[in-house]
């Protein structure tokens, strides 16, 4: 690593990425208290979507301004949208005024995307796949951690204590953050218009691209259709849990970051293909299991399942189209990460619709036809590229 990248400021650069990628997920274990509150145990849903619809924005239009303007100011300003976001929800008197702070909530949580190549450019050639693992690593602990701080606070202290704490954390991270980042010069000069045309053209350009986004938008669609609707579901007969034990569950996603750490090895040894393969047959293997066995077994072995399919996915379709442009490699981040995200609100709007439509089969049963999808587009994507 060169001077620039100490090993303080890299955990800094995880410790960010965490804090700020938590609050995407802060709401999850929280929603059956907040549809009590607004008696709004049909439309709760939402506010998990609008996060993730905030955030989807802020990776396509705010991020590339990465490559064009100091990212330590960016990242300082991002902090107070979600400072302010927060408390709105914290103080929320109507679901729709909570889901509308929530866009802004997942719009400033995009810092997590600004660190990660911040990391990548200020490592030595040598360093930089140790110091973006790092940072990912930071990243599924926010996700973890996010669920169950969450249903502690909110099973302890109420849901509105919960937004204020994320509020004073975000605080805190702007704060250290300012003092902490180095002034990075932008990489071009290109107008701002012109970012955005150029990754149409890279999306067009590579069709491996378009092929990870397909399959990694299907996972994280998913992901969230399970997260988005865990805690509705352990609030119902025969479970009858609260916001702690559907945080609790958040516990379970360490194999996320077991398999983060283990992947870029496994990629290295069996090829990306067959550790794509593998995660894209877990993720199946999950939604099954969730059809066939709704029961708090079945949930355990379900999440693990499917947390450790989407990290070691995640990881392999990453690593291979970080390598198709080295001078394009933030726009390809932008490209992929914000297609991913849209797959991810469209699984939780989806989820909302299903479950309060035909309950928890039915999400089961979308769950695993997308996985499906998934495992279609990867297989008739190499029987493409052999031929």
Request: glycine share 10%.
């Amino acid at each position: 690593m060169t001077q620039t990248l100490s090993r303080k400021l890299l955990f800094l650069l995880a410790l960010g990425a965490g804090a700020s990628v938590a609050n995407l997920y802060y709401a999850q274990p929280l929603l059956a208290m907040i549809a009590n509150t607004f008696n709004a145990q049909t439309s709760v849903g939402w506010v998990a979507s609008a996060t993730l619809v905030g955030y989807t924005l802020g990776i396509v239009f705010i991020l590339p301004l990465g490559d064009i303007v100091d990212r330590r100011k960016l990242t300082v300003l991002l902090t107070s949208v979600l400072v302010i976001s927060t408390l709105v929800c914290a103080f929320s008197n109507s679901l729709m005024l909570l889901a509308f702070a929530s866009l802004f909530v997942g719009f400033g949580a995009i810092i997590t995307q600004i660190l990660v190549p911040l990391a990548a450019d200020l490592s030595m050639p040598e360093q930089r796949s140790h110091s973006v693992g790092v940072v990912f690593s930071g990243i599924l602990a926010g996700i973890l951690l996010a669920r169950t701080i969450s249903g502690a606070i909110g099973q302890s202290l109420g849901w509105r204590p919960m937004f204020v704490f994320a509020s004073i954390v975000a605080l805190i991270l702007g704060i250290v953050l300012r003092a902490s980042l180095p002034k990075v010069k932008p990489k071009t000069t290109q107008p701002y218009s012109e970012l955005l045309k150029s990754m149409f053209s890279l999306l067009i350009k590579h069709r491996q691209l378009r092929i990870a986004c397909a399959i990694q938008a299907c996972l994280f669609a998913i992901f969230n259709a399970f997260w988005s609707t865990l805690a509705l579901l352990l609030a119902k007969p025969p479970f009858e849990q609260g916001a702690a034990i559907a945080g609790a569950f958040g516990i379970l996603g360490l194999v996320g970051v077991l398999a983060a750490n283990m992947s870029g090895r496994m990629t290295t040894r069996y090829g990306v293909q067959k550790i794509l393969l593998s995660g894209l047959i877990f993720c199946a293997i999950a939604y099954g299991i969730f059809m066939i066995s709704p029961t708090m077994a079945g949930l355990i072995v379900g999440v693990v399942l499917l947390d450790f399919g989407l990290s070691i996915a995640n990881v392999s379709n990453q690593s291979m189209i970080l390598g198709l442009d080295a001078q394009a490699s933030s726009r390809i981040n932008t490209i992929y990460v914000s297609t991913i995200f849209i797959g991810g609100s469209i699984g939780a709007a989806a989820a909302s619709i299903l479950w309060v439509q035909s309950g928890w089969l039915a999400v089961c049963g979308f769950g695993f036809v997308v996985a499906l999808l998934a495992l279609a587009i990867h297989h008739f994507g190499r029987v493409k590229e052999d031929n």
